[in-house]
């Protein structure tokens, strides 16, 4: 067969054409980011290809031996006409393969090129740092947390992470409203029901979004993931457009410049009105967060447009875990629920001028949300049904969704990897499929049309029963909870490593909250705005009675709102806090491997298709017709039989024609397509899970020893070889929630669910604060701390583990972990033994924790590691001057690489291969000194560092995060040439 009649009989154009097309344009970012490739090989690829396609597109008139369905349906066709239906079925499936092609290869080409871009102050940057001059620019959105306050500038086409630390100080806590938003920093916390757990967001910035201001300070780029499968934030900025971070000493100035050219107008009237859209919002929370509780006024501000700033990580992670997180962040739910009500609110008129006022209205949602992916999602499918609606067409939803991304991703591609834009577009396609087909065993829908029953047919014409009718009404109302929460559930794993079975119930309550607190919000914002409006008049209006009763009067309307919306986000709050307290309410689920994922959802779409549904019944249609036929031939009278069974000749005959028939039959069959379409679907489908899956960012950590990046802290994860897990201190840092955000992550992004225990190197927060928070959330196991800190390390965990068991280790103690696993405790002895550094007489509280730091030598499957915790020259030689072997394969440099500890004796004594500094990036003390680099470099002790490699993996070789498990793709030119240094 001819290659092109191939191409053709395997690719049959399909109804909705965009959404393949969008589809492969989207498979093609992916794959270029889990590839990796080189521009030339990009270019290279895509000049073949498109060379390849054109030559089969100009021989697509060629005629191929296709039958139309007249011949099908045994009649006769003209050989002109079989020949015409033949060339343009071939035709149409190469120009559809050929659109197909050419999406996949401009979304590969347009991802490198939106990964490879340079940023115009590259140029002024050197080994990833550098210093940016006095540089203009407009701010695009300010938000405050922690004291830090951050701008996204808009300068010359490009955007900026803006980084002021100049205002670094507590929150505010909560007062008088008018002190918040008159910027007083002593506002008090007098307020009825005010906790100190809670502050408002600092306002700072807020009045310069908009303006053009100057900005300077130090230049840096995002950092990569410094642990494997952890998120990585260049990837999530690149998502933003975002690729050069400035921080500065103080906040951006607002600018004397003057725009004269031809579009200035059309722009400051745009800034303006983006500024008072970001005014009148701001103004709004501060009311909010005067007039409401705490953790309510916090609630508000997710709900209305996604700012969690004021937020606590308990409350967050307390909606996150019950699965109802996704109301906290502006998303299609929200804006659907913003259109409805101002489509009602418009009198439900279909005329072009409602839509639009609805159309301005969403924009100027999208604009105080900041442009959220899911809420320009949204946006553009409501956009998109207006238009159809208009022009009175029918509106397609998966149409719309392949409309929507494709503008998304055109404007930037590197958003398909946003969390954002991977929830909301997996939730919608999700139900488009999901929904339709469970709905058809609910009894609310005719199984074959898929049309929606009404109530007054359902005993009418369908007669349906009481009961059923029932039945139905409670199926379509927790149907799409509980389709929503399971179609979810992969990715919410794959992204957040958790599940809640309860969220299926809890989002019906909490769904039905939201759709009526969003439009008391919007009604306050549109008071507000009239209020605004109104209040530019004032002063023509002094001295009449309007002057003074129209401020008055939106500030009633605007309490009543509020008031109602605390009590709604009251009974919100109490339901969920329920909830978390009920067993079972979530836990804890390793991260899918990627390509799972991938074949769930694909999976999922085409078994919950129409293509399926009419495939199988093709098949089963064609295998009934062949079955009838069979029966057919079989028929006869006894004197053929009989002249079959004396003549040979003719027997034989009947036995060749029977094989060309049945060749035919087989070739007409419409099941062959089918099944070669199948066939084929499950080669590219396996080919994509290979090169999805042989991106390093993707992979799963399986080495023994794993030296985790815990910033200033250390942390060793070892593996056994009969599967047991265990961690060695787990860093820890003031205000940060390292066993949270850190450590759970890392285990259940690796595939470790509980661990088989902990062992504690000494007290210091750096090395026992994310073991504490860790031990709340997961099994840890028994705790191994040095004797005479048992009972303080009892009183510090007591808090988290509910079935603790802490045992004492000291000098001399082998801990068997597994198979072919032990740890040595090598130091220190006990404190009234011996006349070790700690001294035979001193008391614990009298001696400092870095003296009494647990050494520990861990031997699993032939290699050994030294952890030494933060001991200096005094242990060290103490140790040294004990005899015996303290020889190991890996050594944790002390300290994290002070002066002070790893002398020359010590390394002579340990003599390892390879050493690990763990140790904080740009950290202020100074760590790893220059003198201790010196010494393992004239030892040629083979070094890494987690600042700048992130976790360094050890067994049969040596891996890090920032190597091994990143996208080449992220790497700048200083990363690769680095990378390539340490592997030559």
């Known amino acids: 067969m001819d290659m092109f009649a191939f191409i053709s009989e395997i690719i049959s154009p399909p109804r909705r054409p965009l959404v393949f097309t969008v589809s492969s344009y989207a498979l093609g970012i992916a794959l270029c980011y889990a590839l990796s490739p080189g521009r030339p090989a990009v270019l290279l690829f895509l000049t073949v290809s498109a060379v390849s396609l054109c030559l089969a597109l100009l021989r697509g008139n060629a005629a191929v031996p296709h039958s139309d369905g007249n011949a099908l349906r045994g009649r006769q066709t003209s050989p002109h006409r079989r020949d015409t239906v033949a060339s343009d079925g071939n035709a149409s499936s190469l120009i559809f393969a050929f659109l197909v092609a050419v999406s996949f290869f401009f979304g590969v080409f347009s991802a490198h090129n939106a990964f490879t871009q340079k940023d115009p102050f590259d140029s002024l940057m050197a080994?990833?740092?550098?210093?940016?001059?006095?540089?203009?620019?407009?701010?695009?959105?300010?938000?405050?947390?922690?004291?830090?306050?951050?701008?996204?500038?808009?300068?010359?086409?490009?955007?900026?992470?803006?980084?002021?630390?100049?205002?670094?100080?507590?929150?505010?806590?909560?007062?008088?409203?008018?002190?918040?938003?008159?910027?007083?920093?002593?506002?008090?916390?007098?307020?009825?029901?005010?906790?100190?757990?809670?502050?408002?967001?600092?306002?700072?910035?807020?009045?310069?979004?908009?303006?053009?201001?100057?900005?300077?300070?130090?230049?840096?780029?995002?950092?990569?993931?410094?642990?494997?499968?952890l998120f990585n934030y260049r990837l999530y900025l690149l998502s933003k457009n975002v690729r050069v971070i400035v921080t500065a000493d103080s906040p951006p100035e607002i600018s004397s410049y003057a725009d004269t050219s031809f579009l200035s107008g059309f722009t400051e009237s745009a800034y303006s009105a983006y500024a008072a859209l970001s005014r009148l919002k701001e103004y709004l929370l501060s009311l909010a967060y005067g007039r409401l509780p705490p953790e309510q006024a916090a609630l508000f501000s997710g709900m209305m447009f996604g700012d969690k700033s004021g937020m606590s990580d308990d409350l967050y992670s307390m909606f996150q875990r019950n699965g109802v997180a996704h109301i906290l962040c502006v998303s299609g739910l929200h804006v659907g629920m913003v259109y409805a009500f101002v489509y009602r609110l418009l009198g439900n008129r279909k005329t072009t001028g409602v839509y639009v006022l609805i159309l301005a209205v969403l924009l100027a949602y999208a604009a105080m949300s900041e442009f959220a992916p899911s809420v320009v999602r949204a946006s553009l499918m409501i956009s998109t049904h207006i238009f159809s609606r208009l022009l009175r067409k029918r509106y397609d939803p998966l149409t719309g969704i392949a409309l929507s991304a494709f503008t998304i991703l055109l404007i930037n591609p590197l958003q398909l990897f946003s969390s954002g834009f991977l929830l909301s577009y997996t939730a919608v396609i999700s139900l488009s499929f999901a929904l339709p087909f469970t709905m058809r065993f609910t009894g609310i829908t005719d199984k074959n049309s898929l049309v929606k029953i009404k109530n007054d047919e359902m005993?009418?014409?369908?007669?349906?029963?009481?009961?059923?009718?029932?039945?139905?009404?409670?199926?379509?109302?927790?149907?799409?909870?509980?389709?929503?929460?399971?179609?979810?559930?992969?990715?919410?794993?794959?992204?957040?490593?958790?599940?809640?079975?309860?969220?299926?119930?809890?989002?019906?309550?909490?769904?039905?909250?939201?759709?009526?607190?969003?439009?008391?919000?919007?009604?306050?914002?549109?008071?507000?705005?009239?209020?605004?409006?109104?209040?530019?008049?004032?002063p023509a209006l002094a001295g009449s009675p309007a002057h003074g009763a129209v401020p008055d009067l939106a500030a009633f309307f605007i309490n009543i709102f509020l008031e109602a919306c605390e009590l709604l986000i009251g009974l919100m709050l109490r339901l969920t806090s329920a909830t978390a307290s009920l067993p079972f309410s979530d836990f804890n689920s390793p991260a899918p491997p990627v390509f799972f994922v991938f074949l769930f959802y694909l999976l999922g779409c085409y078994l919950a298709s129409e293509s399926f549904l009419i495939t199988m019944a093709r098949l089963r249609d064609a295998k009934a017709k062949a079955k009838a036929k069979g029966k057919n031939s079989n028929t006869g009278n006894d004197r053929d039989d009989d002249r079959c069974k004396y003549s040979g000749s003719e027997k034989s005959r009947e036995k060749s024609r029977k094989k060309v028939q049945e060749k035919n039959n087989k070739a007409k069959s419409p099941g062959i397509p089918a099944k070669r379409q199948l066939a084929f679907s499950c080669i590219g489908l396996a080919c994509i899970c290979l090169a999805l899956a042989s991106n390093p960012s993707m992979r799963q950590s399986d080495a023994i020893y794993t030296f985790v990046d815990v910033g200033q802290g250390d942390c060793l994860h070892l593996r056994t070889p009969d599967g047991r897990n265990y961690l060695v201190d787990g860093g820890g840092k003031k205000d940060f929630d390292m066993g949270a955000k850190v450590l759970r992550p890392y285990l259940l992004k690796n595939g470790v669910t509980s661990l088989d225990g902990i062992f504690v190197s000494h007290l210091h927060e750096d090395h026992v604060g994310g073991l504490i928070q860790l031990a709340a959330l997961m099994d840890t196991g028994p705790i191994y701390v040095f004797e005479e800190s048992a009972g303080e390390a009892a009183l510090l965990f007591s808090g988290s583990l509910k079935e603790a068991e802490i045992i004492p280790v000291s000098s001399g103690d082998v801990v068997v972990m597994g198979r072919d696993a032990s740890a040595e405790i090598l130091f220190p002895e006990r404190m009234d033994e011996g006349e070790g550094a700690s001294g035979a007489a001193a008391k614990k509280e009298e001696v400092d924790e870095n003296l009494i730091s647990l050494i520990m030598r861990f031997n699993c499957e032939g290699i050994s590691a030294l952890m030494t915790g933060d001991v200096g020259f005094p242990a060290e030689d103490a140790l040294i001057s004990k005899g015996g072997d303290i020889s190991a394969d890996i050594l944790k440099v002390g300290h994290h690489g002070s002066k002070y500890s790893t002398s020359e004796n010590f390394l002579e004594a340990v003599g390892p291969v390879l050493a690990v500094i763990q140790v904080g990036a740009s950290n202020t003390y100074g760590h790893p000194t220059p003198e201790t680099l010196v010494k393992l470099s004239e030892k040629d002790i083979i070094t890494y560092r987690t600042d700048e490699d992130g976790a360094v993996m050890a067994g049969a070789g040596v891996k890090t995060a920032k190597r091994d498990f990143t996208s080449k793709i992220l790497l700048k030119e200083y990363e690769l040439k680095a990378i390539e240094g340490t592997l030559g």
């Open 127 to 229: 080994e990833g740092e550098g210093t940016l001059p006095e540089t203009e620019g407009r701010v695009f959105s300010a938000s405050s947390k922690d004291g830090r306050v951050d701008y996204l500038i808009l300068s010359g086409g490009s955007k900026y992470l803006v980084r002021d630390y100049s205002k670094k100080r507590n929150f505010w806590e909560y007062g008088d409203s008018s002190d918040i938003a008159s910027g007083n920093a002593s506002a008090s916390s007098s307020a009825e029901g005010a906790s100190t757990d809670y502050h408002a967001p600092i306002p700072d910035g807020g009045d310069l979004v908009g303006k053009r201001v100057v900005f300077r300070g130090e230049l840096s780029y995002p950092q990569n993931a410094g642990n494997p499968g």
């Open 459 to 538: 005993s009418d014409i369908y007669h349906i029963s009481r009961p059923k009718r029932v039945f139905a009404a409670i199926a379509a109302f927790f149907i799409p909870a509980t389709v929503i929460q399971l179609t979810m559930a992969p990715i919410t794993a794959f992204l957040f490593c958790y599940f809640s079975p309860t969220a299926v119930l809890l989002n019906i309550p909490v769904i039905a909250l939201a759709s009526v607190i969003v439009p008391l919000g919007i009604c306050a914002l549109l008071i507000l705005a009239a209020g605004s409006g109104v209040a530019l008049l004032l």
